[in-house]
């Protein structure tokens, strides 16, 4: 069974210009999350899709934003880079809201 | 007071040994109970999943669970040199109200070097 896929596993972005990244979550799996960390640093609560609809969002700007697809892949979209935007963006998926999740292999964003 | 509690480390064992790695939460309606291993430069692997009081054990991991004492550790046997990585102690709060917040709340995580 395949897991959480991330796409792209890299990208390089210039300040100012716009970030998608995309995640596939595990067949059957209805909730995305999407984490930010940072180097060197912990793991950062950024969106919950469960079910097509954003449940919850974490202490991050407006300029990050996302959707869940029909399929329950989901995009996150990163607006105005910033250099501190720099990080690994890291997706996971979870069968039912509450219960174990697991990781994609993450993507790694520079903003140059 | 953060919402996950761990020490950094390095926590440093010889092979061999039992590593201990501890996590305090604050919320205390917290429900699920989650311990993750991430190498350097990849992503969070899940290793143990802990929902009701007690201990739990897989293999060589044993995860204990004290939500009176809201205290969550991860006891590692038989130290490889291979369990050296950063693990990561992770909650969900459980319901509010009516819904689930959903979120996984992840502590910094604690380094572990196992000395061959």
């Known amino acids: 069974e395949a897991g959480v896929t991330q796409s792209p596993t890299h990208l390089i972005k210039t300040r100012g210009q716009q970030a998608t990244l995309r995640c596939s979550p595990i067949s059957g799996h209805t909730s995305v999350y999407w984490y930010q960390q940072a180097l060197g640093l912990g793991l950062q609560f950024l969106l919950w899709?469960?079910?097509?609809?954003?449940?919850n969002r974490g202490n991050f700007p407006p300029r990050f934003s996302g959707r869940q697809f029909p399929n329950y892949s989901s995009e996150l979209n990163v607006n105005a880079l910033e250099l501190e935007d720099s990080a690994l963006y890291l997706c996971a998926s979870s069968l039912r809201r509450g219960a174990e999740a697991f990781f994609g292999q993450g993507t790694r964003l520079t903003v140059v | 007071q953060k919402e996950v509690e761990q020490n950094s480390g390095p926590l440093s064992v010889p092979e061999g040994a039992i590593a201990s790695l501890n996590c305090t939460y604050s919320?205390?309606?917290?429900?699920?109970f989650f311990w993750y291993r991430q190498y350097s430069g990849k992503s969070p692997e899940l290793i143990m999943s802990i929902y009701s009081n007690g201990d739990k054990e897989d293999g060589r991991f044993t995860a204990q669970l004290n939500k009176a004492s809201q205290y969550v550790s991860l006891l590692i046997r038989d130290s490889q040199p291979s369990d050296s990585a950063t693990y990561l102690c992770a909650v969900n709060p459980g319901y509010r109200g009516s819904s689930n917040t959903g979120k996984l709340i992840f502590g910094q995580g604690t380094t572990l070097q196992v000395k061959p």
């Open positions: 919320d205390r309606g917290s429900q699920s």
């Open positions: 899709y469960d079910e097509g609809e954003e449940r």
